[in-house]
């Protein structure tokens, strides 16, 4: 059984299909392997910013934002930013 899951190096990517000759499958855009899998204990009220050192096409972006509802559950906010976009905040005054 194939569980689609390819740490770098060991074949196709997280994200393609295994080569299965001519399927007629499209492979997708290739996801890099770049940490370990950790243990994320989601509280209401957190959000989440994933980010990207390269550009993403509008579909990319909405794959990994229905990926992560499937993952993380309805109701929890993710922002997907690419080509080193950076996320930054400055508070008003008083708070």
Known sequence: MHSGYHPKGSGSPIGQP??????????VDEIRFVGELRRVD???????????DQPLSLDAIAR???????FAGPGVPLLVLDSHAELSVINAEGR
């Open 18 to 27: 295994p080569h299965s000759g001519s399927s007629g499958t499209k492979p």
């Open 42 to 52: 989601i509280k209401p009220g957190d959000k989440f910013v994933l980010r990207f």
């Open 64 to 70: 990994f934002q229905s990926y992560w509802e499937r």
